[in-house]
């Protein structure tokens, strides 16, 4: 990235949050791909919520008599309590005699808290990191080095070594898909801080004695929000993506837990007779993902339009 | 440009380095006891501590790193405690199949991408245009195992047109080989498509403002010749950027994809590596997918000189 163009960035962020301060909830509710991911997440957020009470059954619990059950069918399934009870299985069973539709919907609480909690650590770490590289000439080279090298480790292989390796739960997995993610935030960050450190207010900051850190805080960080947010809904998206995978492979979150992912993986030995194992859980993710990278489409396009025209 | 070339070489060792000491770290200081995982259920104390100290797990971190890097230089990467072989030929086994996978997929991504985008730029804002980046946008969401399972749904159990899964060897005829890849690759080639389409469109995008653009209209030259020779020629080292950036992408793709059509490549491997805690060959195949990333872009820095003859290192 060359600085020249940083620094048209770094202004077009400035201008954008002060002198259209007010216009710019305007200009993102009138964004088409805003509006559109926006509801969607929305809806979905609003599932996830409403779990319990959309007609569902405890995720967990499973009956013999009920496996691979097709879409629509009725059987019985039995609580915890030991009662059996007569439940519409809307997207069928799986082989342990699961209601996928209760899978499903509580899954959705899964993948929005990882995607959510991913893009969450790792722009606190990118930020941090960032904003010390930006600012300390002595460790700027050390650490670009290291990010350079945690950036040519796919990120795929770091998430699945050290889920296998920390052993799945929530944190390790938010973890685990976060860390391959701070170099991108980092790199950000940093390249937002040098540019914003020559401008003039700042010089003006420290010729008054302002601390570092104060200078950090009030004059630099406010100025790499709308980027950093941009950032932070892809982060959103792929996080989620790789939470699937990884639960998909068998590497992820325990396989009772019910999310995306494991439902796919628990219908993958039987695609060809029962499609919809994978295909409904499928759908769901995708739309999901894709609703995430639309509205990121239109964050960008509406608060960093410098980036939206390089890509 | 021999310097430039020795200087770029040189500045990929201590990427590399970094990747090492990060590999060996994120692998060791984790909690977990491959000892006691390779001894089994069944092992006594006493056995597991023999075979901790016979795979020098017993001596310090520093030293395992010493021990560890000093053979990875020689190719040694170490026994698999899986496997029971060296990890270099487990390797060195499982390439054919990820290699012909990533071979055959970024050829069909490149023949399709590049038109599409240059297409796309070429009629801006046209239903092609808006129908390109809608499905770039698609093609970014909807993860490789979902399209590989719509596509094994569709393709071979409803119209039977092609294997659901394994994997021929070459040696055994191009023939049968490229019918068991051909799905796999289409599947993990629409991500990278997306990616290289819309690259490429951009790019396209941007030259045909340019001032040369409107000269080679302006000598009658046919606006086939325009868009390849003038447009997409110097919009080449962007789409080169991005295919080398896109091998991490395709990387992860391989993972997933060689685990649904049970394709014994180095993506399985990972995989079943890491389901059974076998330290070494994680560390091997991670070292391995990293090292052909980096080189991968190193290759991608010199091609510019190619593409570009205004580049002079």
């Not at chain 1, 950036?151 to 976060?178: D, E």
């Not at chain 1, 769901?284 to 990278?293: E, G, I, K, R, S």
Request: glycine share 8%; with cysteine; charged share 15%.
């Amino acid at each position: 990235m060359s600085t020249e163009s940083t620094n048209f960035e770094a202004l077009s962020v400035e201008s954008a949050s002060v002198v259209r301060q007010v216009s710019t909830w305007q200009r993102l509710s009138r964004n088409t791909s805003v509006r559109v991911g926006g509801i969607v997440l929305a809806l979905l957020v609003l599932i996830s919520l409403a779990a319990p009470w959309m007609g569902t059954v405890d995720p967990t619990l499973f009956d013999p008599a009920s496996r691979d059950l097709l879409p629509g069918q009725k059987g019985e399934i039995t609580t915890l309590e030991g009662e059996s009870l007569e439940h519409t299985f809307l997207m069928g069973s799986d082989s342990f005699g699961r209601d996928i539709y209760s899978r499903v919907i509580y899954g959705t609480q899964v993948s929005l808290i990882v995607g959510l909690a991913t893009a969450v650590v790792s722009m606190v770490f990118g930020v941090l990191l960032g904003l010390l590289a930006g600012y300390l000439r002595w460790l700027d080279g050390p650490m670009m080095r290291v990010m350079d090298g945690v950036m040519s480790i796919p990120a795929i292989l770091i998430a699945i070594a050290l889920v296998a390796m920390l052993k799945g739960s929530l944190l390790t997995v938010i973890v685990a898909i976060a860390i391959p993610e701070i170099p991108r935030v980092v790199r950000l960050v940093r390249s937002l801080v040098l540019t914003i450190r020559e401008e003039p207010y700042v010089e003006a900051a420290v010729s008054l004695g302002t601390p570092t850190w104060k200078i950090m805080l009030r004059h630099i960080l406010p100025n790499t929000i709308a980027p950093l947010i941009v950032q932070g809904t892809f982060i959103c998206a792929s996080g989620i993506l790789v939470e699937a995978i990884l639960s998909f492979l068998g590497v992820g979150l325990p396989p009772d837990i019910p999310t995306w992912g494991n439902v796919m993986a628990e219908g993958r030995a039987q695609f060809n007779e029962y499609p919809h194992n994978i295909f409904f859980p499928g759908i769901f993710l995708a739309v999901t993902v894709l609703a995430v990278n639309i509205l990121g489409d239109g964050l960008r396009d509406t608060l960093d339009p410098k980036m939206a025209k390089r890509i | 440009m021999a310097v430039f070339l020795l200087r770029r070489l040189l500045s990929t060792i201590p990427v590399l380095l970094i990747v090492a000491v990060l590999v060996f770290l994120m692998l060791r200081l984790t909690p977990g006891d491959p000892a006691a995982v390779l001894a089994g259920d069944a092992a006594s104390t006493e056995q597991i501590a023999l075979i901790r100290e016979s795979l020098g797990l017993d001596r310090s971190i520093p030293e395992q790193f010493a021990i560890w890097f000093g053979r990875m230089l020689t190719g040694d990467l170490g026994q698999s405690y899986y496997y029971k072989m060296d990890v270099t030929s487990l390797i060195a086994q499982r390439l054919e199949p990820t290699i012909s996978l990533a071979i055959i997929t970024i050829v069909i991504a490149v023949l399709v991408a590049v038109p599409l985008g240059v297409l796309a730029a070429w009629r801006h804002g046209g239903w092609l245009d808006r129908s390109l980046m809608g499905f770039s946008v698609m093609g970014f969401s909807v993860p490789v195992f979902v399209m590989a399972y719509l596509l094994i749904w569709l393709l071979s159990l409803k119209l039977g047109w092609l294997p659901v899964q394994g994997y021929e060897r070459i040696a055994k005829g191009v023939g049968p080989w490229m019918r068991q890849l051909i799905l796999p690759a289409i599947t993990l080639s629409v991500i990278y498509i997306a990616l290289i389409a819309r690259v490429t469109r951009a790019s396209v995008l941007e030259t045909l403002g340019e001032d040369y653009i409107r000269t080679a209209r302006a000598k009658g030259l046919p606006e086939v010749k325009v868009l390849l020779r003038h447009a997409l020629a110097n919009a080449a080292v962007p789409i080169a950027t991005v295919i080398g950036i896109g091998i991490a992408l395709l990387i992860g793709g391989v993972v997933v994809t060689e685990s649904v059509y049970a394709i014994p490549g180095l993506g399985r491997l990972t995989v079943d590596a890491v389901l059974a805690r076998d330290f070494p060959t994680i560390q091997g195949v991670i070292l391995f997918f990293s090292f052909i990333y980096v080189m991968v872009n190193l290759l991608v820095d010199l091609s510019y000189v190619f593409f570009d003859p205004r580049i002079r290192y």
